[in-house]
């Protein structure tokens, strides 16, 4: 069978490869990085010579990964300063070369050579202070940043608030996903709950209308810049959040308990179909299951929805430091951006603290061994309810946030592909590893933004191709998922611990898979 | 339930030993059951002509439910893109019968020979692709955390629509409407059509040549025994490799087959045409009992009508924009009230 023939060669290939990797490791090291450097060599002139920026910048990161290896303390540090410096000049002096003329570059790389610098002990600190830091101080300093070759520019602020939007929500999956070891595959359906629970009760979907025109409810509580006749539910949008992200724990509580006593790939299909469900329903709900009651106005979504805001009281008693509402400040976007990143924060924390707890020990336990976990006392049901309540929280809370700053909410929003994409996020970053999570986080949402759009208008002009590269959007995150998964199955930036689980694997060496 | 003990028992007496879970399940179905004998009581012949819209579009769901079934009952995943290859199914036999045989609306004799051919060509190429599929994203993940290969045959599925995307674009592709409308008999309002029955009629033989390969066949034997212990079955002799990718062609060329005939009825594919019908024939694979061949033909017949009746009935019926919503929350109704599905048997997992 010539079929059998090519599956049993490609098996061959593969073990040549696995046997060429392992040989290539046992060379002494110094052959090994003299072999490196030649590769990256003809890499970077092939780079230079399709787009001289972008090997300007190949150099650049190629250097920085390789300045930490030098052994000698001083030598490193004095390779450093020269980086910086030649960097620096470069900015001011070489504009003609370097496409783009405002220049951080070696302010960036400063920072992350000092970082390295800083003593492991005190690392777990530093960094994420110092990213943080940057993280606050982002609006004020993006304009002038570089551009990234191939990707364009940094995200403008009302971007970086849908980034964090999508952070958030990949932390909330990566407890499900990462911690647990449960594929949930209809996490936008979370997300789609946490922004109809705020576009419900922040709108005027219910003001429903009185023989002569008036609303027929007028609920108020705490909402701000809202005049107090306007019609419908009107509620703070801080306690929308809170509701929101309870809604949605409650309802990953009802869909999990059926479902989480099945095997992982029947949650998987349930999830999915959860996931598909709830966007039909939006859609479709403006005549709900043909009664006629509109609760979602259907395709046209619901719009406008209230802002946040701190209401008047609360300005002028923090002497105007928290806005009244959100709107009317003159940086709406910045102050959007860093209530997103409070969130985030929050998040982080939480993700942080639980992975650590009783509860977060038990989902690691359960993720590497069902039975032994069972039988080490370990509540099966209640555990795995609880990482799904968890994730769903975040989901919710993220899709209220979404709403309220987008001031509305579609069912077209809330796709399958959008789960998957989340998915990706934590996958590419590495399931477990919050870090891991944000990068991969942080890199597909401004692929899915901006970036990809970039590159497919860079691919075109350099390449001479006329591709639409937005459109195989997903067909990339598909590609990804895969390659991921085949090569690099702990991620980006492994966990040590899912980095051991990958690579041993769950059971013993299978006896089928001997090559004769 | 069905035992003969307990048909002795009288009627409350069964009912009493029931928890309050499957007692809810039961009166489910009664009033499903009810809602669809009023139907057929209040308008009798428009009520026939969807039940036969159903076991049409049933049959095609069945040759992709199988496919599925055959796969989880082997490796024990569900294979996310057998959906997509479904849909290359519809877009390569589209091509074949337009642009290299040159078939148009209304076939008459001769042409017949050249869709059989089609059909052939589209069960090669579509096999040949599911075998791929797992050479590249499954095989090299076994014995990996069952997470993984979830996971690629996710990404799998997106690559295989951008794939269709790239080759025929975004919008639907028209197919020649070649099937025979002719009637095979009318009775009042009651019309039978030929190619709601050619669906069918494909589909049977194909359900038959299959449970033979299962059940009579050394391939089949090497199938089972390696659905059962793939230690075991390697200790045996069985070369474990060979066996899955044969049952990957296999179902690959089911969902072929049904490419080319959803192509046909529909006349029309598109790229994401296969992604939300795989979920479904997914559905009805669980509803007979994943891993049973005939479970799964009943399962994607019983999703048929069901999704004919939401669409077509007059009384009371949601209408087809909820059909997607009804048919998973069966899916998670089955899950919660019968995980082993319709003709499963109970395993100690739990489903």
Redesign the interface.
């Given at each position: 069978?010539a079929?059998?023939k090519?599956?049993?060669r490609?098996?061959a290939v593969?073990t040549s490869i696995r046997d060429q990797r392992n040989r290539f490791r046992a060379l002494p090291q110094r052959t090994r990085w003299a072999i490196w450097l030649a590769v990256e060599l003809v890499a970077v002139i092939v780079i230079s010579v399709i787009d001289t920026s972008l090997g300007v910048a190949a150099v650049a990161i190629l250097t920085v990964l390789w300045v930490p290896k030098i052994a000698d303390l001083r030598l490193r540090a004095a390779v450093e300063v020269a980086l910086v410096v030649f960097l620096y000049i470069a900015a001011q002096s070489w504009t003609d070369l370097i496409v783009d003329p405002q220049h951080t570059a070696w302010m960036v790389a400063a920072i992350g050579l000092g970082l390295t610098w800083v003593p492991p002990a005190w690392r777990r600190i530093a960094v994420p202070a110092v990213v943080g830091a940057l993280a606050i101080g982002y609006p004020y300093y993006v304009d002038d940043l570089f551009t990234i070759p191939l990707l364009g520019p940094f995200p403008d602020v009302r971007t970086g608030v849908v980034m964090l939007v999508y952070i958030m929500m990949a932390i909330g999956l990566n407890i499900v996903?990462g911690y647990a070891?449960l594929?949930d595959?209809g996490y936008v359906a979370f997300y789609a709950m946490g922004a109809y629970t705020v576009a419900w009760f922040a709108s005027l979907q219910f003001a429903g209308e009185t023989a002569s025109g008036a609303a027929k409810r007028t609920v108020h509580f705490g909402a701000v810049g809202i005049d107090p006749k306007l019609g419908g539910f009107h509620i703070s949008i801080w306690l929308l959040l809170v509701l929101a992200g309870i809604v949605t724990a409650l309802a990953g509580v009802i869909?999990g308990l059926?479902?989480l006593?099945?095997?992982?790939?029947?949650l998987?299909?349930?999830t999915?179909?959860?996931g598909?469900?709830l966007p039909?329903?939006a859609?479709?709900g403006d005549n709900f299951?043909?009664t006629g009651r509109n609760l979602t106005n259907g395709p046209n979504g619901i719009t406008p929805i209230d802002a946040p805001g701190f209401g008047t009281h609360l300005h002028d008693w923090t002497g105007g430091v928290l806005p009244a509402n959100y709107l009317t400040v003159t940086h709406a976007d910045r102050i959007f951006f860093w209530t997103a990143l409070l969130l985030v924060g929050i998040t982080i924390f939480c993700s942080w603290r639980l992975r650590d707890s009783r509860l977060g020990r038990a989902w690691i336990a359960i993720r590497e061994d069902e039975t032994a976990a069972a039988a080490m006392g370990v509540p099966l049901m209640r555990t795995k309810t609880w990482a799904y309540a968890t994730g769903a929280f975040f989901g919710g809370v993220a899709g209220a946030y979404y709403a309220s700053f987008k001031s509305a909410t579609f069912p077209g929003d809330f796709f399958?592909n959008i789960s998957?994409f989340i998915?990706c996020m934590v996958?590419l970053g590495g399931m477990g590893n919050i870090w891991g999570v944000i990068l991969g986080a942080s890199f597909l949402a401004y692929l899915d933004q901006a970036g990809l759009a970039n590159t497919g208008s860079w691919l075109n002009n350099n390449l001479n191709v006329n591709i639409d590269v937005p459109?195989?959007e997903?067909?990339?995150?598909?590609?990804?998922?895969?390659v991921v998964?085949?090569f690099r199955?702990e991620g980006l930036i492994p966990s040590a611990r899912r980095a051991a689980?990958?690579h041993e694997?769950?059971?013993d060496?299978?006896?089928?898979?001997q090559t004769h | 339930m069905t035992t003969e003990a307990s048909a002795q028992v009288p009627l409350v007496g069964k009912f009493r030993g029931m928890g309050v879970v499957p007692m809810f399940g039961l009166l489910l179905v009664a009033l499903v059951l009810a809602w669809i004998v009023i139907n057929f009581v209040k308008e009798l012949e428009a009520s026939t002509n969807v039940l036969f819209i159903g076991i049409t579009q049933g049959a095609i769901y069945a040759l992709v439910a199988l496919g599925y079934t055959l796969v989880y009952g082997i490796l024990?995943?569900?294979n996310f893109a057998h959906g997509d290859v479904f849909m290359l199914g519809g877009m390569i036999s589209a091509t074949f019968a337009t642009s290299v045989f040159g078939l148009e609306s209304g076939a008459s004799g001769a042409d017949w020979l050249l869709v059989v051919l089609t059909l052939l060509i589209t069960m090669l190429l579509c096999g040949?692709i599911n075998?791929s599929i797992e050479?590249?994203?499954y095989?090299?993940?076994?014995?990996?955390?069952?997470?993984?290969p979830?996971?690629?045959a996710?990404?799998?599925?997106?690559?295989l629509?951008?794939?269709a995307?790239?080759w025929k674009g975004?919008n639907f592709i028209s197919v020649p409407d070649i099937l025979p409308k002719g009637r095979i008999f009318h009775i009042g309002g009651v019309v039978y059509q030929w190619n709601k029955l050619i669906v069918v009629l494909i589909t049977v033989p194909v359900l038959i040549g299959l449970v033979y390969l299962v059940q009579n066949t050394r391939q089949g034997k090497a199938m089972r025994a390696t659905a059962q212990d793939?230690?075991a079955?390697?200790?045996m002799g069985i070369?474990?490799?060979?066996t899955i990718?044969f049952t990957f062609?296999i179902a690959g060329s089911l969902a072929g087959a049904a490419g080319l005939l959803y192509a046909l009825y529909v006349t029309n594919v598109r790229y994401d045409q296969g992604?939300q019908l795989g979920?479904i024939a997914?559905?009805a694979a669980?509803l007979g009992g994943i891993g049973n061949l005939p479970g799964a033909v009943l399962g994607a017949l019983l999703i048929g009508l069901i999704q004919a009746f939401n669409e077509g009935f007059k009384w009371?019926?949601?209408?087809s924009?909820?059909t997607?919503?009804i048919v998973?929350?069966i899916?998670?109704l089955i899950?919660?009230f019968r995980?082993e599905g319709l003709l499963g048997e109970r395993t100690p997992?739990?489903?």
């Open positions: 069978m079929w059998a090519t599956a049993e490609t098996d593969r996903v070891g594929l595959l869909i059926p479902t006593r099945l095997r992982g790939d029947y998987a299909i349930v999915l179909g959860f598909e469900i039909q329903v859609r479709n299951l043909g399958f998957v998915l996958i459109l195989y997903f067909g990339i995150f598909g590609v990804i998922l895969l998964m085949l199955p689980e990958f694997g769950v059971s060496e299978p006896l089928y898979d | 024990e995943l569900i040949t075998a050479l590249i994203a095989r090299p993940l076994r014995g990996a955390p069952r997470l993984a979830l996971i690629t996710i990404g799998m599925s997106f690559i629509q951008d794939i995307l790239a975004p793939m230690d079955a390697a200790m070369n474990v490799n060979r990718s062609l992604f979920l997914f559905t669980v009371h019926a949601p209408g924009d909820w997607q919503s998973f929350s899916l998670i899950l919660v995980p997992e739990g489903a």
